[in-house]
């Protein structure tokens, strides 16, 4: 592989992360509000069996696309932390 190839490589992986952005960026904007909903209620900011089903799709998922599931796990594990640290800080009233 020469220099030309690296440097098209790197850019469909940069079209690539502008499409991961504009896909996380939505589902932000999404558990935000589950967040403000979750806050409205009292419900816990944490819902271990609705993760435990979106743990086992996207696991399956990963398989058929090909894609090492323990690879889209950890990806998904550390959104789902964040998700839930904001959950926290809507609960305690913070911007
Ligand atoms: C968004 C929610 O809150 C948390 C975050 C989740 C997510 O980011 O997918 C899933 C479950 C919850 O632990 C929810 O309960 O649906």
Redesign the pocket.
């Given at each position: 592989m020469g220099t030309a190839e690296l440097q098209d490589l790197r850019e469909q992986i940069d079209r690539i992360d502008q499409e991961i952005i504009a896909l996380l960026s939505e589902?932000f904007k999404?558990?935000e509000e589950?967040?403000i909903y979750?806050a409205e209620h009292g419900?816990p900011?944490?819902?271990?069996n609705?993760?435990a089903e979106?743990f086992g799709k996207i696991a399956e998922l990963s398989m058929s696309r090909g894609l090492r599931p323990e690879y889209a796990v950890g990806v998904?594990r550390c959104?789902?932390d964040?998700?839930?640290s904001r959950?926290r800080e809507i609960k305690e009233g913070r911007k």
């Open positions: 589902r999404i558990t589950v967040g979750k419900l900011v944490q819902d271990i609705r993760e979106q998904y959104i789902i964040l998700v839930i959950h």
